[in-house]
């Protein structure tokens, strides 16, 4: 059973009760990222994220590792470019001290000068590290040419450049901006009793200023663009990508069908053409990254790199056929009955059913059922993925983003055309 209260500060909390669960998975979500990171501090929400494990006023940075290992739980957190989520999960006995323990990092926080300089080396070693990584870091690339001037293209981790300049006034400002009662949702899910739940975070976030931060109004607007950063590298890695839908899309259950078809599975047309039919890559798949005002979809190659203009030209090829030929009625069903079984193998892990409560907040307003999710999958027609396909399949989206040993010459913007 799902159940939402809002504490008397106006922080929202939702909770899943799962009877047959040991497990409780909690997570403190601000609804503030990477691309709310103003001109010039890219990074700093990420940075934030690091520094609230260094220590608080009663926990030194080992004393916090220490207690989540003494209950054999894990705590964690992730940032990404619309929000940040600072998460436990433990046996269900062991909620209090998580939720005691995630408001002591989340609140008291110290900041030690000391420890903000050593967690800058951290910090830079992993945006070295990203860079040192071209299966991964090509994603990266491809987001900023996309997004270019945007703040959705910049890094989540910033630039050596932006890290070296965070201050530590200009964290706890950013900070005390971001944690604000209007852009904090907390979801936890397992064995957990809603109203005990909320008597233990009342007084423990009372403190929480209210009030929302401020974020930037600016739409992303995306261009064609061709990118090529030459690298010695064994293989080439390239990303191709157009416009997609935003997360409360009406069509992003068609988008979820039309991702799975062209590479999102073992089976997709991308997979089964490239690497199975003709070995061309071990790795090729699709994805979409959808925001709350726009979105992405992108296809991943990894190939050889005088193989890199045919690998190019099946992808295009793919999205052509997609955009003239509706699919047949054996992919639709297949399309559907996959994103169902994922959805529901998803469903069996209280930290996934913790996400998906903040995410149905954070971009609904509510909480989507599923079968509400079904019966829409059910719904979606050939007609509806032709006509999405058309709607997003155009060149003036289209972005290619190579890292390789490879001329710009051979890829003129022109071969780039669906």
């Avoid at 990074?43 to 006023?57: C, D, M, P, R, Y």
């Amino acid at each position: 059973m799902i159940t939402k209260s809002t504490l008397q500060n106006g922080i929202q909390v939702v909770s899943e009760a799962i009877t047959h669960s040991h497990s409780v998975a909690i997570g403190i979500w601000v609804t503030n990222g990477s691309r709310h990171d103003k001109r010039g501090m890219s990074g700093v929400a990420h940075f934030i994220e690091h520094l609230l494990f260094k220590g608080t006023g009663s926990r030194s940075a080992l004393d916090i590792a220490r207690e989540i290992d003494s209950v054999g739980g894990v705590l964690n957190a992730f940032t990404c470019r619309e929000y940040v989520c600072y998460y436990a999960k433990v046996l269900n006995e062991s909620l209090p001290k998580a939720v005691e323990l995630l408001s002591d990092i989340f609140l008291h926080s110290t900041f030690d000068p000391a420890e903000i300089e050593k967690e800058r080396k951290v910090v830079l070693q992993e945006i070295r590290m990203l860079r040192d990584s071209p299966e991964s870091y090509i994603h990266e690339l491809f987001c900023q040419s996309f997004w270019k001037s945007h703040p959705l293209g910049m890094s989540i981790a910033g630039t050596e450049e932006s890290v070296g300049k965070l201050s530590r006034n200009i964290i706890l400002t950013s900070r005390n901006e971001r944690f604000r009662t209007e852009d904090i949702i907390i979801a936890a899910a397992g064995k957990v009793s809603h109203r005990e739940l909320v008597s233990l975070l009342e007084g423990l976030f009372a403190e929480v200023e209210e009030g929302s931060c401020q974020k930037d109004p600016e739409l992303p607007v995306c261009e064609k663009r061709i990118e090529i950063i030459s690298k010695d590298l064994e293989q080439a890695h390239l990303c191709i990508g157009t416009k997609a839908l935003p997360q409360d899309s009406p069509q992003r259950y068609a988008g979820y069908v039309l991702n799975t078809i062209l590479g999102g599975s073992i089976s997709s047309r991308l997979f089964q053409e490239v690497r199975e039919e003709k070995g061309l890559a071990y790795s090729v798949y699709s994805y979409v990254l959808s925001h709350s005002d726009t979105g992405t979809l992108v296809v991943y190659a990894g190939t050889k790199q005088e193989k890199i203009l045919e690998v190019i030209e099946i992808i295009l090829q793919q999205l052509r056929t997609l955009k003239r030929e509706p699919v047949s009625s054996e992919e639709l069903e297949f399309a559907r009955e996959h994103l169902k079984g994922n959805l529901l193998l998803s469903l069996e892990s209280t930290d996934n059913r913790m996400t998906k409560l903040a995410k149905n907040e954070i971009y609904f307003g509510r909480q989507v059922s599923l079968p509400e999710i079904v019966s829409a999958l059910e719904r979606v027609s050939a007609r509806d993925v032709l006509e999405l396909c058309r709607e997003m399949f155009c060149d003036e989206y289209l972005t290619l983003e190579v890292l390789g040993k490879m001329d710009a010459a051979s890829l003129p913007a022109s071969s780039l055309s669906l």
